[in-house]
């Protein structure tokens, strides 16, 4: 059982969980914006080369497609940051994304999604709010970067 611990703001909550081995970005407002396609998110950057630094693995997937998040990373000059490029490929019964073609175990995996309701609610989904246009002042990214120990 954890214990409590208490962060800098006072408040008591229990312990962080361990970081994950496997970080999966959603591509399309999530990493980039979603109207234009021409702005990397604020932190992004920074994020990802924090993850591939240490013991994380980071994924892209898209609905556009294996290709597509890969000619996205390249855009961006992320590519050599991601260890993995997929498709969100085909839904279960409920309308959820599968994840059985992912190389990880869901047990040690987030999901880091603008669309949440997207994935099975047995998957860790830390939901970040839809990335839409260039926008310098956008934090969006901010709760991944706690989690992963940037922030």
Not at 28 to 47: E, H, K
Not at 91 to 119: K, M, N, S, W
């Amino acid at each position: 059982m954890n214990s409590p611990d208490h962060d800098r703001g006072g408040r008591t909550g229990l312990a962080a969980p361990p970081m994950p081995r496997w970080w999966v970005f959603d591509v399309d407002g999530c990493l980039i914006d979603s109207l234009r396609g021409t702005s990397l998110r604020p932190g992004a950057r920074a994020l990802l080369e924090h993850l591939n630094a240490g013991p994380a693995h980071v994924l892209l997937w898209s609905a556009g497609g294996e290709v597509y998040a890969r000619e996205r990373a390249r855009q961006f000059a992320l590519a050599d940051l991601v260890h993995g490029f997929f498709a969100k490929d085909g839904r279960d019964d409920h309308g959820c994304y599968l994840t059985g073609h992912l190389p990880l175990r869901a047990a040690q995996a987030v999901f880091i999604d603008d669309r949440p309701e997207d994935l099975s609610s047995r998957l860790d989904v830390l939901a970040v709010p839809p990335y839409l246009s260039d926008d310098p002042y956008d934090r969006g990214l901010a709760e991944a970067a706690r989690r992963a120990g940037l922030a």
